[in-house]
């Protein structure tokens, strides 16, 4: 998988929109970018995935650049719930059998009142 | 719905003691990951299943550490012999299929201290 490049920390006021960057420059066309987040003393939780498109859910948006050598993660309204460490990942699509994740260090994240 | 359940939560062993942990997935979740959380680092993988069999298990450290799944179900992590070094959060994911647009949906861990 291709090794991704994240901050190790931010703040975010609570009630603004937190903005979390991710380099991947050397993602390869077939894999797609996935976040997690990881709140102290939980396992990994699923955010958002995407392959070139940007995407929305009801948790969080996925802003990935045109040559998909960078992605942003938006928390559009951050609560101090939304304080954890978020992981940006990219994985691999092929017809074999890994589908492991690889996590790197991650965005600890801290939302502040 | 449930989640994934791991159990124990914590677990506490003498160096040289062997230990399970067993990890419940999501019911009809065909795929089974298991990973280890070190202090400060992210999830390392360790091994994969895909219904019964173990389609990667590449991330195992050494031979000490072996798992199972008998029935595509339920899973258990086995380690021999432990050590100080083993001490982590032992983390198991399952998934609906091994596919990309199937994510994978973690269990809150098992903490082993070995002392």
């Known amino acids: 998988d291709a090794k991704t490049t994240q901050p190790p920390s931010m703040d975010c006021a609570e009630g603004r929109a937190a903005n979390l960057p991710c380099n991947h420059s050397t993602i390869s066309g077939n894999e797609y970018v996935y976040w997690y987040r990881q709140i102290h003393s939980q396992g990994p939780q699923y955010i958002i995935h995407?392959?070139?498109n940007n995407e929305t859910n009801e948790m969080a948006s996925l802003i990935i650049t045109e040559d998909r050598k960078s992605s942003t993660l938006i928390l559009p309204h951050a609560t101090l719930r939304d304080t954890a460490v978020y992981y940006c990942?990219?994985?691999?699509?092929?017809?074999?059998?890994?589908?492991?994740?690889?996590f790197g260090k991650g965005t600890l994240l801290t939302v502040n009142p | 719905g449930a989640g994934v359940s791991q159990t124990p939560s914590n677990k506490v062993t003498e160096k040289g003691k062997y230990v399970e942990l067993r990890c419940d997935p999501i019911s009809g979740h065909t795929a089974l990951y298991w990973y280890r959380q070190s202090l400060g680092q992210g999830p390392e993988f360790l091994i994969y299943?895909?219904?019964?069999?173990?389609?990667?298990d590449s991330g195992l450290p050494n031979d000490r550490f072996f798992a199972v799944r008998p029935e595509g179900s339920v899973s258990t992590l086995k380690i021999q012999r432990t050590e100080r070094g083993d001490s982590a959060v032992y983390l198991c994911a399952s998934s609906t299929k091994a596919g990309v647009n199937s994510p994978l949906h973690f269990g809150n861990g098992t903490r082993l201290t070995v002392t």
């Open positions: 995407g392959l070139k």
């Open positions: 990942i990219v994985r691999v699509v092929t017809g074999g059998s890994n589908y492991k994740l690889t």
């Open positions: 299943f895909q219904g019964t069999g173990a389609a990667d």
